[in-house]
């Protein structure tokens, strides 16, 4: 008996039942739409974060002052105020792939224009700093180098500052007063979004790191929380984190056995989480799907048997006729093959549209593997030769007078 | 000869009950016949019916069926014969449920050497036409009658043009008027060629036939 033949006869014996037909493969759909829908949402969720970590910036390196280390007790990261914006500086001239580098200092305060205030973080930088956090000025325009050098009190808001300071009203030109002392706003910078962490990052003032040093931390030092570098490529990481370490121990005149007093940090290792978070996540869904795959088998499996019980007439009644046992295995089989596969296809196309309304209701982001639809189609099949054998086997076993004579 | 069967013996195991269906049973039919098999039931007439239809082999003995030595053939072999040389009309007719009449004849096609759909077709409808069904082709086995449900079944025994047709009590579930029109449509096969070997216990029915072998206690008398 020719395949296709055999597809047909199989058809048609499931399309005689068709309400007995999609009970029996709603477990395959439902499983199948679930595991489409849910890794559609999560594989959307991983493209989302990934991008808001490039978001921090273009191939970025972090440099944090070390663990200060005195009698005997070792602080944490950033205790020490040993990194200058001179550091970053010599970095930048001597560090060929660092392409631009900001100082960061950080404060917080309360801002108030007019009878709104509002707390808020305050970032000290460099005019790079557009640059390396790849973040752009909506409205007015960064501040200048000059206003570095003479710590003028210049100050750019983040879109969610300039929301609630100045609920709609224009801000660029006006002056703000940050711990009592006038600003005047220069620009607004572009929304950012929240990062990958859940912080707003568009919650914060930009100022000129020297205004902020000596203005708002009255320090007469060039120490900074943080040097910021863009990097021309991520390729050649590890000898360029060498290198920077090289420049920084040599500046801060540290023996050789002596432990580094900064640490470089690079988006790496948060990429890694994420996929390995994400790697957790498939494994999970993994497990599920095998799980909502083997209960739909199961399902077919029953039916199946109770299908051979029912039509033990028409399988004896078919070896009569000359079927050959393994024309009636076939049968059953491909009768199997088709109801999880077409349970597949159903809950492919539910697991999409699902997906697709989980988008728009709730402005997730979704992503429809196509690896995961092929895994779906093949595993569908899969569980119907594997749970369809033994009621074909039990099928193709019977007796033919036997079967004629069953009522 | 079309069936040669020589010293067939039959046993079946029943909970460790030895019961001898068939017991040392020798018969010739020739081409053409019309054979009807009588005897009470347990008479060992539907375990002959089977063996000749090749639906179960004996425990020993031999049977030609049209030259062929068919009693040591192993079940892809029978079901090539079943399918080419033999024709089965049951008594409750055996008809696919929710599958129309035409259908339904194909059914046998299926199971022979590849056929175009289009000859499929063209041969069940032929078939149908020629038993007077040409207007039921597309009705379902319970929208007709006991008669013409049997008439479709015989059409389906037809249809790969066996030279043996194998009834088992084909007028067993149809009344008295439809009874005699199944018999003179198998007289009428019989007279263009076809053997047809019947079980009936009805004297009435037997009439029809040529030939009555009488069965009693697995044995024919």
Known sequence: MKGLI?????????????????????????????????????QGASVNMRSQISSMGNNLLLIFPGSQNSGGFRGGSGTQQNLTEEDGEAILQECLSVTAMTPLLRTGAQCIYRENDWAT????????????????????????????????RVCLLGKTVADQLFQGEEPVGKTIRIRNMPFRVLGVM?????????????????????????????????????????????????????????????????????????????MTEVTQMITQVSKLMTMLLTVIASISLIVGGIGIMNIMLVAVTERTREIGLRLALGARRRDIMMQFLVEAVVLSGAGGLIGIGLGIGSANILATANHWPVMISPVAVLLAITFSAGVGIFFGFYPAWRAARLNPIESLRRE | MLITLRNV?????????????????????????FVAIMGHSGSGKSTLLNLLGCLDKPDS??????????????????????????GFVFQNFNLLPRTTAQENVE??????????????????????????????????????????????????????????ILADEPT??????????????????????ITIVMVTHEPDIAKYAKRVIQMRDGAIV
């Open chain 1, 121 to 152: 973080s305050i970032q000290g930088v460099n005019i790079q700093f557009p640059d390396v956090r790849s973040w752009d000025v909506t409205s007015g325009a960064f501040f200048s180098e000059s206003d570095i050098r003479s710590a003028a």
């Open chain 2, 107 to 164: 059914l046998p096609l299926y199971y022979g050497a590849p056929m175009r759909g289009v000859e499929r077709r063209e041969r069940s409808k032929t078939l149908l036409t020629r038993l007077g069904l040409q207007d039921r082709m597309q009705h379902h086995p319970g929208q007709l009658s006991g008669g013409q449900q049997q008439r479709v079944a015989i059409a389906r025994a037809l249809v790969n043009q066996p030279p043996l």
């Open chain 1, 6 to 42: 055999t597809i047909r006869i199989a058809m048609r014996a499931l399309v005689r039942n068709k309400g007995r037909s999609l009970l029996t493969a709603l477990g395959i759909i439902i499983g199948i739409a679930a595991v489409i829908a849910v890794v559609a949402v999560g």
């Open chain 2, 9 to 33: 013996n039959k046993v079946y195991h029943m909970e460790s009950v030895d019961v001898p269906a068939l017991q040392n049973v020798s018969s010739d039919i020739a081409a053409g016949e």
């Open chain 2, 172 to 193: 067993g579930n149809l009344d008295s008027r439809s009874a005699d029109d199944i018999m003179a449509l198998f007289q009428e096969l019989n007279r263009e060629g």
């Open chain 1, 190 to 266: 572009a929304p950012k979004g929240t990062a990958a962490w859940g912080q707003d990052q568009d919650d914060t003032i930009i100022a000129p790191w020297v205004t902020v040093s000596r203005v708002l931390q009255r320090s007469r030092f060039n120490n900074v929380n943080q040097l910021m570098f863009s990097l021309d490529s991520m390729d050649s990481l590890p000898q360029v984190k060498e290198e920077i370490s090289g420049i920084l121990r040599q500046r801060h005149r540290l023996n050789s056995g002596a432990d580094d007093d900064f640490t470089i940090m690079d």
């Open chain 2, 61 to 86: 003995g031999s049977y030609q069926l049209d030259g062929e030595e068919v009693s040591r053939l192993g079940s892809d072999a029978l079901a090539r014969i079943r399918n080419r040389k033999i």
